[in-house]
């Protein structure tokens, strides 16, 4: 233990974090336990020797039995290596926590005591801090926490009252999974829908844009339509088509007709698309009347 202690050193330099400091201790300190012998009384014997340079001098230089708790020493140990500016900033944080729009008590709860365990030496006492959680929360969580306090829990024990968040705050963080795996799977149909949304927009305005620059197409009418009859041979190469406007010319959009000479009604044979030849032939003489 003591090997482990000593190769985590803090020797009071501006680069070194005391908050890290201080949590690696304990994390080192919480691997063993010694019977009989009282956490408090571990740590204070092991933390000297987690000091080095600037540091163990400070130790070395603190008056005789000024420190008897864990918690007093760490206090001592911040409020000497902590930066005034730092300390300031997270006693306002303190001082003005309030919830935000949007986050839950439990996460309210855990941000809070963040900024009690990284400033130990805040100088705030344990009513102060209750009160001040109780106000900053929202108000229906301050109705909560009133009801579950038979309608007050400022006036109950401080221990009751921290005890009584923190179930709250579990309780709060239970639920807010439930809803948030509910939540995402309500986010990623409405993600998926609005892409479908606008995929078919943009299907839908390039369709508009292409009919926005089509010609405009006059179709024929029925006084327009040219009937071939039969015998008007040479009127066979006439050609049904959709009247174009005045550019003329025919729309390739649209289907025209034009007689096929090599589907010509006198042929017979589809298959050979020549015409045959048929020979004249001469009136028959009407038999005279006797």
Known sequence: MINLVQNKMF????????????DEFDRLCNLSRVN?????????????????EKAHQWEKNLPHKSITTWNDCKKAF???FFSTGRTAKIRSDIWSFHQKNGETFSEAWERFKCYTSHCPHH???NESLLSTMYRGVLPKYRQMLDTASNGDFLNQ?????????????????????????????????????KKEVKGLNEKLDK?????????????ISEDEFVLVQEGEVDQQTEEISYIQNNQGG??????????????????????????????????QSQPTQQ
């Open 157 to 193: 024990d401080v221990e009751d009252g921290w005890q009584l968040v923190e179930n709250i705050a579990r309780s709060d963080g239970n639920n807010n999974e439930e809803y948030d795996h509910t939540n995402r799977s309500s986010v990623e149909s409405d993600d998926k829908l």
């Open 36 to 52: 009989g012998v009282s956490e408090d009384a571990i740590k204070l014997r092991l933390f000297p020797l987690s000091l080095g």
């Open 123 to 125: 100088g705030f006492s």
């Open 78 to 80: 911040l409020a000497k």
């Open 207 to 219: 369709l508009l844009q292409a009919q926005s620059t089509m010609k405009h197409v006059h179709f």
């Open 11 to 22: 020797h009071g330099l501006p680069c070194e974090d005391p908050i890290d400091h201080l």
């Open 250 to 283: 025919y729309n390739k959009g649209y289907y025209t007709y034009k007689a096929n000479p090599n589907l010509s009604y006198r042929s017979t044979n589809v298959a050979n698309p020549q015409d045959q030849v048929y020979p004249p032939q001469t009136p």
